[in-house]
């Protein structure tokens, strides 16, 4: 079946760093792909979302570029804030049937001063 | 107030009572969903609708029972708690399947002791 793989957490950096969180996925079809983030004691909001290859999502400085050669949805941006420590969600969605989505574990981020 | 609510935020119940988890919606969205989240495991789908009084299966429904005789609202409910199902809970909802947006309650902490 349908799976999303992510980096262990958590993922220690300083303000102004740059951050990478790898993803990975399996997938019979051409998904479409999704970041969300998760703050302390909120719901998942989506952070961002690609629906096919070669496809970037952005927003609000982090980007993540759809790569089906590799079947990777890497997130990324160039200086993390301290605003920005969060549970990072890399999920899929087939785009046929009932499109579900399918999550990764989560990636912790934490960003000090 | 406008978007996704959940009630109660925090429960702490008995093994082998009835809970039920309330969540709403004030979007008219066609499809709503639950999902319990665990460490080691990311989000997974315990239910979803995808009208009122369509309802269907995730994969990890063993133990849960939903009912959706309104649009706006989606409750589950534990029809005999166990230890295990001690979890956070959260709503979401779309109006589209997979590839649009879901947007997320805040979460219901549950304790089954």
């Known amino acids: 079946g349908d799976s999303v793989t992510q980096m262990e957490g958590p993922v220690t950096l300083s303000e102004e760093a740059f951050l990478t969180i790898n993803c990975t996925y399996t997938a019979t079809g051409y998904p479409s792909l999704f970041w969300y983030v998760q703050y302390p004691g909120e719901g998942l909001q989506l952070l961002l979302k690609a629906t096919k290859a070669d496809d970037k999502g952005s927003n609000k400085g982090f980007e993540a570029t759809y790569r089906k050669e590799t079947t990777s949805f890497h997130l990324e941006k160039g200086s993390v804030q301290v605003s920005d420590s969060a549970v990072y969600f890399c999920a899929l969605s087939e785009n046929t049937g009932f499109q579900k989505l399918v999550f990764g574990t989560g990636t912790r981020l934490l960003v000090s001063p | 107030d406008a978007g996704i609510t959940q009630s109660p935020r925090y429960k702490i119940t008995e093994t082998g009572r009835q809970v039920t988890l309330m969540c709403h919606q004030t979007w008219s969205h066609s499809y709503m969903f639950w999902y319990r989240q665990d460490l080691g495991h990311g989000l997974r789908l315990i239910y979803y609708?995808?009208?009122?009084?369509?309802?269907d299966k995730g994969e990890v429904s063993d133990g849960y029972v939903v009912s959706r005789s309104k649009t706006e609202n989606f409750p589950l409910t534990l029809e005999s708690a166990t230890r295990s199902q001690t979890s956070v809970y959260f709503c979401?909802?779309?109006?589209?399947?997979?590839?649009?947006?879901?947007?997320f309650g805040p979460g219901t902490r549950l304790t089954v002791l």
């Open positions: 609708s995808a009208a009122a009084d369509i309802t």
């Open positions: 979401a909802s779309s109006d589209l399947a997979g590839t649009d947006t879901q947007y």
